[in-house]
């Protein structure tokens, strides 16, 4: 890795934010099955099970995002921008290597995290009679709830490396960039509340799952895109003031850099068109 792309060497060698990730993953489970040996198989439910594994990818959409942010904060509080930027690596490389070295970070425990997804499925099945449409639908439930879940972290991620370059605080950057993603918890309790109630239907919201993963893709893809191209100008710029309402919602349609002045300019909506 150190030969191909030395900054995702520097940043996979941070592992504590993976260890703090498998910490939470080990209590979660933990929790889960202390409250299974309470309430007995009652407790084994699929929107207990569903809500379980919400609870587990929420904390680890935080902890993923604060470790893709950590490293850009650090060379953004440190002037550590101005030097890397003058160096043979590309902008492109940095922000790819980032990407590189959490896949490596984490590698380990997205692959827990779905064998315990897995485990949540599974308990299911050994309660009651199922026929082979209703175990299809409840794979395919499953399989794409875990999909979204990654979809969501990698999109996360995305996010937090560009709210962090600006801002240089990793754990405000996680915040803001997993905000956006409190209405993943709405769809489970609806998938949750109306999925196999007689293991005979197909819950409807199933249907435009897919379509937000897709568009979380192409948002994590433009996110990308958009932080190479303004990294460097980004890194001329000033910190933001904290409370500064211009940054409330980071938006990235509307914040940009402002060149290499220390200026920072938010073109409106329409501005193109002018």
Not at 93 to 108: A, N
Not at 179 to 187: D, I, Q
């Amino acid at each position: 890795m150190l030969a191909q792309n030395p900054f995702a060497w520097v940043a996979a060698r941070d592992r504590g934010p993976a260890l703090v990730a498998q910490t939470y993953l080990s209590v979660v489970a933990l929790v889960y099955l202390g409250l299974f040996c309470i309430a007995g198989p009652r407790w084994l439910t699929f929107g207990n099970a569903l809500l379980t594994s919400a609870a587990m990818h929420i904390g680890l959409n935080w902890i993923t995002a604060y470790g893709a942010g950590k490293r850009f904060a650090e060379e953004r509080q440190s002037g550590g921008f101005e030097v890397l930027l003058t160096t043979p690596l590309s902008v492109k490389e940095i922000i790819e290597g980032q990407s590189k070295g959490l896949i490596v970070q984490f590698k380990s425990t997205w692959c827990l995290a779905t064998i315990f997804d897995i485990m949540l499925a599974c308990s299911n099945l050994f309660l009651g009679p199922w026929n082979q449409g209703a175990i299809f639908i409840y794979l395919l439930v499953w399989t794409v709830m875990i999909l979204l879940w990654f979809s969501i972290q990698l999109d996360t991620a995305a996010r937090a490396m560009w709210i962090s370059a600006w801002t240089g605080r990793p754990g405000y950057s996680a915040v803001q960039a997993m905000r956006a993603y409190f209405w993943s918890l709405c769809w489970i309790v609806f998938i949750s509340q109306g999925a196999f109630r007689g293991r005979q239907t197909t819950p409807f919201g199933i249907f435009f799952l897919p379509v937000i993963i897709l568009g979380l893709f192409g948002s994590r893809r433009t996110l990308r895109e958009k932080l190479t191209r303004e990294l460097r100008d980004i890194a001329c710029a000033p910190i933001p003031a904290r409370g500064d309402k211009r940054f409330k919602n980071w938006d990235s349609k509307r914040i940009f850099p402002p060149g290499r002045w220390g200026y920072l300019e938010l073109r409106p909506a329409d501005s193109t068109r002018a």
